[in-house]
T-cell receptor
Framework: NAGVMQNPRHLVRRRGQEARLRCSPV?????VYWYRQLPEEGLKFMVY????????ESGMPKERFSAEFPKEGPSILRIQQVVRGDSAAYFC???????????FGPGTRLTVL | GIQVEQSPPDLILQEGANSTLRCNFS?????LQWFHQNPWGQLINLFY???GTKQNGRLSATTVATERYSLLYISSSQTTDSGVYFC???????????????FGGGTRVLVKP
């Protein structure tokens, strides 16, 4: 009974490169959330997706960040032209429709050099 | 938006001691979860508790929704309880827009042997 899976667990990028973070939700979960945790801070909501739809992206930076959750395959959080301030842990969570409990993955720790 | 405040910010315990962590929130909620982030950064679900009391082993939680606070009790603490404890909520008013969690700043717990 696999939980939420994220890969890679650690990602190092140089400034200006692209970062792609993947999230496979719990089997049967169709709702995915992305959160970001800056060093020494709590988690902040970024985006909420259902299959093929972005429901709420109010927490996403306006530029360079995008997310998708295709009909098949994992959810992807994409950061273009990374900057040092993007260094953080990025967590994905999933839930069933019409339920409240979110289950979190182990996170991807992005380091921008 | 909703404010979520956790206290104390830091807690040092001797192994075997009991402790209470508090989470105050500024608006009514219909989702409240407690999480433990272990020293390796993984986020572990402890409780889904928008109201009432629940117990799981040495941990228990109580949420008094009408007074807008939740308490997490740790009894007979062990060194493996070390880490950061987060409270996260979904305000009732935004429920229709999805379940994005707003996290408190966390309580950092260190249990000494």
């Amino acid at each position: 009974n696999a939980g939420v899976m994220q890969n890679p667990r650690h990602l190092v990028r140089r400034r200006g490169q692209e970062a792609r973070l993947r999230c496979s939700p719990v089997k049967g979960h169709s709702h995915v959330y992305w959160y970001r945790q800056l060093p020494e801070e709590g988690l902040k909501f970024m985006v909420y997706l259902q299959k093929e739809n972005i429901i709420d992206e109010s927490g996403m930076p306006k530029e360079r960040f995008s997310a998708e959750f295709p009909k098949e395959g994992p959810s992807i959080l994409r950061i273009q032209q990374v900057v040092r301030g993007d260094s953080a842990a990025y967590f994905c969570a999933s839930s069933l429709p019409n339920t409240d409990t979110q289950y979190f993955g182990p996170g991807t720790r992005l380091t921008v050099l | 938006g909703i404010q979520v405040e956790q206290s104390p910010p830091d807690l040092i315990l001797q192994e075997g001691a009991n402790s209470t962590l508090r989470c105050n929130f500024s608006d009514s909620v219909n989702n409240l979860q407690w999480f433990h982030q272990n020293p390796w950064g993984q986020l572990i679900n402890l409780f889904y508790i928008p109201s009432g009391t629940k117990q799981n082993g040495r941990l228990s939680a109580t949420t008094v929704a009408t007074e807008r606070y939740s308490l997490l009790y740790i009894s007979s603490s062990q060194t493996t309880d070390s880490g950061v404890y987060f409270c996260a909520v979904v305000p009732t008013l935004i429920k229709a827009a999805g379940n994005k969690l707003t996290f408190g700043g966390g309580t950092r717990v260190l249990v000494k042997p």
